[in-house]
């Protein structure tokens, strides 16, 4: 498996990897649009073909990853495109890598918290303020679980 970061190239079939993952060009949390087509991130190839992609934005001194996805779980591929883009936040100088998740997302809740991560904040029924913007987002998630809250998750870097 081969990580590289997203250049230009790459875009097309990254954008054609997002709409497939998710839909949709454009995410909605806490009540802000992201369009996650030209967002930063790395990408995780094998003989040509993606098969992981995390996308992040720098702000200040701090990272915010905004999606992760593995098309090959269980094989190390999320826990590597996690550890580039810490990484990625050490050199930019961040003090901090957070993300957004929500309440049913148990798998992210696990995965990230055995990797150094922490809940911090719930802003609880935000996910029903995103369906004011964005009336596709499903009620109910995974297992089965109402989608409400919003989790923040950060590790401190640094
Ligand atoms: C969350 C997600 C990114 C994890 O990706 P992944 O590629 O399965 O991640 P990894 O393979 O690195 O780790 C998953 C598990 O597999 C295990 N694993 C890793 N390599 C392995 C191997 N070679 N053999 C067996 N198990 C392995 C890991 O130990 C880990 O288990 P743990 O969490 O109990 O430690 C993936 O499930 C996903 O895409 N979910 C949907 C989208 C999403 O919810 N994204 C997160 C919200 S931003």
Redesign the pocket.
């Known amino acids: 498996m081969e990580i590289k970061r997203i250049d230009q190239a790459d875009r097309a079939y990254v954008d054609e990897f997002i709409l497939q993952q998710w839909y949709t060009m454009e995410m909605v949390v806490h009540g802000e649009r992201i369009d996650l087509g030209s967002a930063d991130g790395r990408i995780a190839c094998e003989e040509g073909e993606i098969v992981?992609l995390i996308t992040y934005r720098v702000s200040g001194d701090e990272m915010e990853?905004l999606?992760?996805?593995?098309l090959?779980?269980?094989?190390?591929?999320?826990?590597?495109l996690l550890g580039e883009a810490v990484e990625e936040a050490r050199r930019a100088g961040c003090a901090r890598v957070m993300?957004i998740?929500t309440n049913d997302?148990l798998?992210?809740l696990?995965?990230y918290q055995?990797r150094g991560f922490d809940m911090v904040r719930i802003y609880r029924n935000a996910v029903d303020e995103s369906r004011k913007i964005k009336p596709e987002i499903p009620l109910i998630g995974d297992h089965g679980i109402p989608i409400k809250h919003e989790i923040e998750m950060e590790m401190k870097i640094g």
Do not use: C, Q
């Open positions: 992981g990853i999606s992760l996805d593995s090959k779980e269980n094989r190390g591929i999320g826990s590597r993300l998740t997302n798998r992210a696990r995965f055995k």
